[in-house]
C-alpha cells in the first residue's frame, strides 16, 4: 500500500496541484517574478482562437478515428464470426498493430504517403490525386486519422468479437425461423444487443483519440500545416515545452482534466447500468 | 446453428483476408522497403516483394549505421526500451499487487480514502499533466534517468483495480482456512494469493510491457541525451521528411527492430493478452 501511495501522492498529485497554482499564475517574460491572477489566464485560453481552433480540430479528429476504427472493427468482427474455419488465424493476424507504437504507426503511415518518397502517394499522384500532406491540411488530416484508426482497429476488433460471442445463439436462431433474413437479423437482434460494447468502445477510442495519439501528431506533423492538425495534448506540449508560456499550458491542463474526468464519468456510469444489464 | 450460403462464407473470407492486407500492409511493406537499397527507396513505387539487400543493410544497421545518424549504439537504444518496458510492467504489477492486497485484505483506518486516492488517478493520463510532472522530475533531480523514464509511468490505477476485483472474489472460507492453518499475512500472499493471480499477472504484463514499449511523450521528455533514448524517439529524431539526407533503408531496420520484439510479445502471449485485455477493461 505504501509505495503505491508514496508514488501516486508524488507523481500525482503534487503535479496535479501545482498545475492548479500554475494556472493562475501568470510570468513576466523572463520568468524572474510571477503574480496570481486568479481566473486570467483561463479567460485567455478559451477566448484565444488558435485554442478554439485547436479543439475543433481535436474533435474532428478524434470522431473520426474512432468512426473510422468502429467501423471497420465491427465489420471484420461480423465476418470473423461467419467463417467459422481460420478464425484464430484470422485473429493473430489482425491484433499485430496493437504492438506498434503510436508514433511508429504514424512515421509507417508517412512513409508510405509522403509526397517525395511514398509508393502510395506515387499511386494517389499516378490517378490524378494532387496529394500532399505536407503541405494540405485536409490530406494532412486524413493521413492521421488513417493512422490513428489503423493502429486501433485491432483493439476494437478483440471487443466485438468478444461481444459477438455474447450474443444468445437461441435469439438469432429464432429470428431465422421467423424468416428474418442476415441483414435484418444483424441490424435488429445483433446490433441492439452489442450497444454496451459499442459505446464502451466509443468512448475509450475517444480517450485514446484525444491522449494517445500525440505521438502521431508530434512524429507525423508537428502540428501543421499550419494549425491545422494541432490537437489539445499537443497543444499543451507546444505552449509548455516549446513556446514557455508556463501559465497557458498550465491552464489548458486543467481543462483537459476536467475534460477526461467527465469522459470517465460517463464511462463509469455506463458500467454500472452494464452490470444490472446483465 | 443456421445454415448460410456458401457465396456468404466466400464473402466473409474475402471482407477479412482485405482487411487483413491493409492491417498488415503498412509493416510488411516496412520490412520490403529495409531490405532494398536507399536509391530504390527513393525512387517510388517501391516493389512489392523483398529486395537483396537485407543482410547487408541489416549489418550496417547493427554494426555501427544507426550509431553513425543518431549518436547512439542500437544495442544502448533496444536495452533502454528494455528497461523502460519491463521496469513500467514489473514496477506497476509489484506495487498494484500490493496495495490491492492491502485494500482487500486488511482493515485499517482511512482505508476508502486511500482507495479513492489512488482511484481518482485512473482518470488522469500523463499526458495531461506533463508540464507539472517534468517540474517535479527535474525537482528531484531524474532527468535522463532509468527510475525518471519509469517511476511517473507506475503511478497509476487501472492494475490496482483489476487485482482489487480479482481479490474480491476469493472466498472468505480460503482465508479462513489459511489463518486456522496458521499461516501469516505474508504466507497467505505468497503461498495462496500469488498462485492464484498467475493468469492475471501474465496478462497485465503482455499489456503493460506494450505499453511502456510504445510510450512516446515521456521518454521524449525526460530524456535530453541521446544516450538515454528508446529507440521509438531515436526513430522519429532519425526521420526527416524534409530533406534528402535520411538514410531510409537504415530507419526501416530501426523501424523494424522497434517493432518486431512488442509483435512478437503479442503473438507468443495472445491467449493471455486477449484475455486480459477484454477484462481488465471490463
Redesign the interface.
Known amino acids: 500500500m505504501a509505495p503505491q501511495l508514496a508514488i501516486t501522492l508524488v507523481f500525482f498529485y503534487w503535479p496535479a496541484g501545482q498545475a492548479l497554482y500554475q494556472s493562475m499564475l501568470r510570468q513576466d517574460p523572463f520568468g524572474l517574478r510571477s503574480r496570481f491572477v486568479w481566473f486570467a489566464n483561463f479567460r485567455k485560453v478559451l477566448a484565444d482562437p488558435a485554442y478554439l481552433n485547436s479543439i475543433q480540430v481535436t474533435v474532428v479528429f478524434s470522431l473520426a478515428t474512432a468512426i473510422v476504427a468502429m467501423c471497420v472493427a465491427l465489420l471484420l468482427a461480423v465476418m470473423a464470426e461467419k467463417a467459422v474455419r481460420g478464425k484464430g488465424l484470422y485473429r493473430t493476424l489482425l491484433i499485430w498493430p496493437y504492438a506498434v507504437a503510436p508514433a511508429i504507426a504514424g512515421m509507417l503511415w508517412l512513409f508510405l504517403f509522403n509526397p517525395s518518397i511514398g509508393s502510395l502517394a506515387y499511386l494517389l499522384r499516378s490517378l490524378g490525386i494532387a496529394w500532399d500532406p505536407l503541405l494540405n491540411g485536409t490530406h494532412a488530416m486524413i493521413l492521421l486519422v488513417s493512422a490513428a484508426a489503423w493502429k486501433q482497429i485491432s483493439y476494437n476488433f478483440l471487443f466485438f468479437v468478444a461481444g459477438l460471442q455474447a450474443v444468445p445463439k437461441t435469439l438469432i436462431e429464432a429470428a431465422a425461423m421467423d424468416g428474418a433474413g442476415e441483414t435484418k437479423r444483424f441490424w435488429t437482434i445483433v446490433f441492439p444487443l452489442l450497444a454496451p460494447t459499442t459505446f464502451f468502445l466509443l468512448v475509450v477510442n475517444t480517450v485514446y483519440a484525444l491522449f494517445d495519439t500525440f505521438g502521431i501528431v508530434h512524429a507525423v506533423t508537428g502540428g501543421g500545416p499550419g494549425k491545422t492538425t494541432e490537437t489539445l495534448v499537443y497543444k499543451v506540449y507546444n505552449d509548455g515545452f516549446v513556446n514557455l508560456i508556463l501559465g497557458d499550458s498550465a491552464a489548458q491542463s486543467v481543462i483537459l482534466m476536467a475534460i477526461v474526468i467527465a469522459l470517465t464519468a460517463i464511462q463509469f456510469r455506463y458500467v454500472e447500468r452494464k452490470v444490472h444489464y446483465g | 446453428?443456421?445454415g448460410?450460403s456458401p457465396l456468404?462464407?466466400v464473402?466473409?473470407?474475402a471482407?477479412?483476408i482485405l482487411?487483413?492486407l491493409?492491417?498488415?500492409f503498412?509493416?510488411y511493406?516496412?520490412f520490403v522497403?529495409s531490405t532494398h537499397t536507399l536509391q530504390t527507396?527513393?525512387?517510388?513505387?517501391?516493389p512489392l516483394l523483398p529486395g537483396g539487400q537485407l543482410w547487408n543493410n541489416y549489418s550496417e544497421a547493427l554494426f555501427g549505421g544507426i550509431g553513425r545518424i543518431g549518436g547512439v549504439s542500437v544495442g544502448q537504444l533496444l536495452l533502454n526500451t528494455t528497461i523502460m518496458a519491463l521496469g513500467v510492467a514489473v514496477g506497476k504489477i509489484?506495487?498494484?499487487i500490493?496495495?490491492a492486497y492491502?485494500?482487500v485484505f486488511f482493515r485499517f483506518p482511512l482505508r476508502m480514502t486511500?482507495f479513492w486516492?489512488?482511484f481518482i488517478?485512473?482518470?488522469?493520463?500523463v499526458?495531461?499533466?506533463?508540464?507539472?510532472?517534468?517540474?517535479?522530475m527535474v525537482d528531484?533531480g531524474m532527468i535522463d534517468t532509468y527510475a525518471g523514464l519509469i517511476?511517473?509511468l507506475?503511478?497509476s490505477a487501472t492494475a490496482?483495480l483489476l487485482f482489487r476485483q480479482f481479490f474480491m472474489t476469493i472466498p472468505g472460507e480460503l482465508v479462513e482456512a489459511a489463518r486456522v492453518d496458521g499461516a501469516g499475512p505474508w504466507r497467505f500472499f505468497f503461498d495462496i494469493l500469488l498462485p492464484l493471480s498467475r493468469t492475471n499477472i501474465a496478462a497485465l504484463f503482455v499489456i503493460l510491457f506494450?505499453y511502456g514499449?510504445?510510450?512516446?511523450?515521456w521518454p521524449?521528455?525526460v530524456t535530453n541525451s541521446n544516450d538515454m533514448n528508446t529507440i521509438?524517439i531515436a526513430?522519429?529524431k532519425m526521420?526527416s521528411?524534409a530533406d534528402?539526407d535520411t538514410e531510409?533503408h537504415l530507419v526501416?531496420v530501426t523501424?523494424m527492430l522497434?517493432?518486431v520484439p512488442?509483435?512478437l510479445?503479442?503473438?507468443l502471449m495472445?491467449r493471455w493478452?486477449?484475455r486480459g485485455?477484454?477484462e481488465s477493461?471490463?
Do not use: D, N
Open positions: 446453428m443456421i448460410q456468404r462464407t464473402i466473409a473470407h471482407v477479412l482487411g487483413i491493409i492491417v498488415a503498412p509493416i511493406y516496412t522497403a527507396i527513393l525512387r517510388p513505387p517501391l509489484c506495487i498494484s500490493l496495495s492491502a485494500i486511500f486516492l489512488i488517478t485512473l482518470m488522469l493520463p499526458e495531461v499533466r506533463i508540464l507539472p510532472t517534468y517540474k517535479v528531484l517511476i511517473p507506475i503511478a490496482t506494450i514499449w510504445t510510450q512516446y511523450l521524449l521528455l521509438v526513430l522519429k526521420v521528411f534528402a531510409w526501416m523501424a522497434a517493432i512488442p509483435i510479445v503479442v503473438a495472445q493478452f486477449v485485455l477484454v477493461e471490463k
